[in-house]
């Protein structure tokens, strides 16, 4: 169902057929009825009858506007690492969800140091951040506020990183960013659940600056779009450009030969755009697709193998989020299947970008 309301979101509305145009049709009533909460709630901390709590540290706010994978993780990484490597000490905060801990009260998933839980327990992003990001510490909890308390409290955090939390008011933030992604944009720009929108598209105004994620090689599109955002909504565009980084085995780290033929899996919002990465250097002959968060159990392995052995595929390739959620399952396996997880680095002017 999730796939099916994704592919309908980002679909241009002439293009749909006549069951598409029906769902569309029976869904806008509710996104009437979701867009009046929506507005309430920021109308009530916009008139600040509903207060914010603005911790001491800097505080940088990663979040989009719409459903699905934009980017996040990745920018989300670089800048940590960019702070992290000036000699700041830095706390990446995110809600954890999907993960099987409580989410009520702070959990500490890493000190920067160790990492405490697994994927399945921490969450696939917290996770991910925390093996990706040296010396920077992640915490989870739905409330941000508590989470940012701990970090102040703990690790005497400097700059406070929230992953995810364009929507999350309650903790006020120095620098708010809103991330765009440049092939899906904001979809058919209609609300939840019609479209894409998690909030009405006039409310990027609460965006210092606006990131364009671009995943593709056309930079000049790109850039002709950054100037059409900037047009539209009088706010500073930067460009990120992500680019795979490498393709290394999950078990040994060994990297994948170019070329080769494989099979791609993946759990996340946008897999399309992981494909296409996929296609650049190597022979993709068979994808599959999971709900988005989906953690994997040993049934899910055994079906992906299944699949690659009667292609006679022995290469699969997964992105890095999903890596680190089977790689305990996959260490149970002894077969010439490899699994192997896509790194993708985020190329974008931190120092300018993060400049209160």
Request: glycine residues 0%; charged residues 15%; contains cysteine.
């Given at each position: 169902m999730k796939l099916f309301l994704s592919k309908l979101h980002y679909k241009n509305i002439n293009e749909l057929d006549f069951f598409e145009a029906m769902v569309l049709k029976v869904l806008f009533g509710f996104s009437v009825f979701y867009k009046l909460v929506v507005q309430f709630r920021n109308y009530l901390?916009?008139?600040n009858l509903i207060k914010?709590?603005?911790p001491?540290?800097?505080?940088i706010s990663v979040g989009n506007l719409t459903t699905g994978g934009v980017g996040k993780t990745p920018v989300v990484?670089?800048?940590?690492?960019t702070f992290s490597q000036k000699g700041k000490i830095v706390s990446i905060l995110s809600r954890g969800y999907g993960a099987a801990l409580d989410n009520k009260e702070p959990n500490i998933i890493s000190d920067g140091k160790n990492i405490f839980y697994s994927s399945e327990k921490g969450g696939d992003e917290p996770v991910f951040l925390a093996e990706?990001?040296?010396?920077v510490s992640v915490v989870t909890c739905a409330s941000r506020v508590k989470a940012a308390k701990i970090a102040e409290k703990n690790f005497n955090a400097d700059v406070l990183l929230l992953d995810d939390a364009f929507q999350h008011r309650k903790l006020g933030r120095h620098i708010n960013l809103a991330l765009v992604d440049n092939k899906n944009r904001f979809g058919n720009e209609l609300l939840l659940p019609s479209g894409p929108l998690r909030e009405p598209l006039e409310n990027i105004k609460r965006a210092d600056k606006i990131i364009l994620v671009n995943k593709s090689s056309d930079d000049e599109n790109a850039l002709r779009y950054c100037e059409e955002l900037e047009n539209r909504f009088h706010k500073k565009v930067f460009l990120c450009k992500m680019v795979p980084d490498k393709t290394y085995n999950i078990l040994t780290n060994k990297e994948l030969e170019k070329d080769s033929r494989v099979l791609a899996f993946s759990a996340i919002g946008q897999p399309s755009e992981f494909y296409e990465f996929v296609k650049k250097d190597y022979n993709l002959a068979v994808t599959v697709d999971f709900e988005d968060h989906h953690f994997y159990d040993e049934s899910n392995i055994k079906e992906l193998f299944e699949i690659a052995s009667k292609e006679s595929i022995t290469k699969l390739v997964t992105t890095e989020k999903d890596a680190v959620k089977i790689k305990k399952i996959l260490s149970k396996y002894k077969t010439e299947i490899e699994i192997y997880a896509l790194k993708l680095k985020a190329f974008l002017d931190v120092e300018e970008i993060c400049r209160d």
């Open positions: 901390y916009d008139e914010s709590y603005c001491h540290a800097l505080t990484a670089e800048i940590a690492n990706n990001c040296p010396n």
